[in-house]
């Protein structure tokens, strides 16, 4: 994973309305909610049940899906492991660019690996966020198998498939796991809802910084 820019002529810029600004006009704090888990686990389904009811309570949100960011921003990436890290750090990237305009950001990616996960939130900032380990296992997302991927990979058309013939590394201590085998969409939403209210991002902050 790149630590930093190939130039060392190169300076952030920082502009004169900050985080905790936009974060008092929307009435919230930006975080970012990374949904991490097999395919077929409920994921993407989950991230967009939750952006939906957000929504509808007046909540600046996005979903980041994995393969809507393999059409444009990945789409040189494959599935080796080198190129499954590269697609996370920049994922994490522009995650950690959207939690700063004070959204809500749901992520949905596979992430098999731990170390690339554990680099997000650092990149992202550990105070803002969440690992949720959406969890379901290989049998149960092989039957639902809702985009035929395990059938072509049992077939030998998809090599280096997570749960098939690619390790999945699950979260040693996930800020939430939700079991979608047993509850239903609604139930675990809501659970990930409540974590996010009692996490205080669900509010403005207490002292935005003001000018000096």
């Not at 996370?88 to 700063?100: F, K, Q």
């Not at 105070?127 to 039957?143: K, N, P, T, Y």
């Not at 800020?175 to 409540?194: G, N």
């Not at 996010?196 to 207490?206: D, E, Q």
Request: aromatic residues 6%.
């Amino acid at each position: 994973m790149s630590t930093g820019p190939k130039s060392a002529n190169i300076v952030r810029s920082q502009g004169r309305v900050t985080r905790e600004h936009r974060e008092e006009l929307l009435g919230q704090r930006g975080c970012v909610a990374w949904f991490t888990g097999l395919s077929g686990s409920g994921k993407s389904t989950l991230a967009h049940a939750l952006e939906r009811s957000l929504h509808d309570e007046g909540r600046l949100v996005y979903v980041l899906d994995g393969d809507n960011l393999r059409y444009g921003l990945c789409s040189d990436l494959g599935f080796s492991a080198e190129d499954r890290t590269e697609n996370i750090r920049r994922a994490g990237e522009v995650a950690a660019l959207l939690a700063d305009t004070g959204a809500i950001v749901l992520c949905s990616f596979i992430s098999p690996y731990r170390s690339d996960r554990d680099g997000v939130r650092k990149t992202v900032g550990d105070g803002r966020f969440l690992e949720i380990h959406v969890d379901a296992s290989v049998a149960v997302c092989e039957q639902r198998d809702p985009k035929g991927l395990y059938k072509k990979a049992r077939q030998g058309h998809i090599p280096n498939f997570t749960g098939i013939d690619a390790p999945y590394e699950a979260p040693a201590s996930p800020e939430l796991r939700v079991d979608t085998s047993t509850l239903a969409i609604v139930d675990a939403a809501y659970q990930i809802r409540q974590t996010l209210a009692s996490r205080g991002f669900l509010a403005a902050p207490a002292h935005p910084e003001t000018e000096s």
